[in-house]
T-cell receptor
Framework: NAGVTQTPKFQVLKTGQSMTLQCAQD?????MYWYRQDPGMGLRLIYY???????DKGEVPNGYNVSRLNKREFSLRLESAAPSQTSVYFC????????FGPGTRLTVT | GENVEQHPSTLSVQEGDSAVIKCTYS??????FPWYKQELGKRPQLIID?????GEKKDQRIAVTLNKTAKHFSLHITETQPEDSAVYFC???????????FGTGTRLTIIP
């Protein structure tokens, strides 16, 4: 049981570039989440998906899009990266408690 | 929406002493309050949670108390050890809603 996995672990982008962060879980959970973590600001919800085929905005959705490809996978896309999107991104899934992935450290220069 | 405030932002205690971290929430409908521990460079992990039908829950050296009237809840760590050094996050949600609102975190340092 791998739990929640994320790729890549680290990424450096130039302003304006695009990329997709991948997340997968093998626990058969319905709900999946994307958070960003910035110093002093805790974990802020970007988007979540309560079930396959549904997605909803969280607290800070601007500049991001998501896809719930199937029950296992939930991806986060940055269409045109900005320095303000430099952060650590965590994916999570939920069954009773939230299980977090290992995180992706993204730097936008 | 829900707003969660967490204090203090940093806390240093001597090994063996107790540590207390406090959170307040704004939405009186919230009824689920988990606490997460995040070690440096690691993912957050649930350490204890409480639902609003109880006022206190303990798990060995960790306890959480909830005051629904005042809309605040606290994490208590007794007999602190070096491995307790980490960032701790509180959160609040309406159980079943599945959207957690997190506090801004407390960096706890245990001084040997």
């Amino acid at each position: 049981n791998a739990g929640v996995t994320q790729t890549p672990k680290f990424q450096v982008l130039k302003t304006g570039q695009s990329m997709t962060l991948q997340c997968a879980q093998d626990m058969n959970h319905n709900s999946m989440y994307w958070y960003r973590q910035d110093p002093g600001m805790g974990l802020r919800l970007i988007y979540y998906s309560a079930s396959e085929g549904t997605t909803d905005k969280g607290e800070v959705p601007n500049g991001y899009n998501v896809s719930r490809l199937n029950k296992r996978e939930f991806s986060l896309r940055l269409e045109s990266a900005a320095p303000s999107q430099t952060s650590v991104y965590f994916c999570a899934s939920l069954f009773g408690e939230q299980y977090f992935g290992p995180g992706t450290r993204l730097t936008v220069t | 929406g829900e707003n969660v405030e967490q204090h203090p932002s940093t806390l240093s205690v001597q090994e063996g002493d107790s540590a207390v971290i406090k959170c307040t929430y704004s939405d009186s409908a919230s009824n689920y309050f988990p606490w997460y521990k995040q070690e440096l460079g690691k993912r957050p992990q649930l350490i204890i949670d409480i639902r609003s039908n109880v006022g206190e829950k303990k798990d060995q050296r960790i306890a959480v108390t909830l005051n629904k009237t005042a809309k605040h809840f606290s994490l208590h760590i007794t007999e602190t050890q070096p491995e307790d050094s980490a960032v701790y996050f509180c959160a609040a949600a309406l159980f079943g809603n599945e959207k957690l609102t997190f506090g801004t975190g407390t960096r706890l340092t245990i001084i040997p």
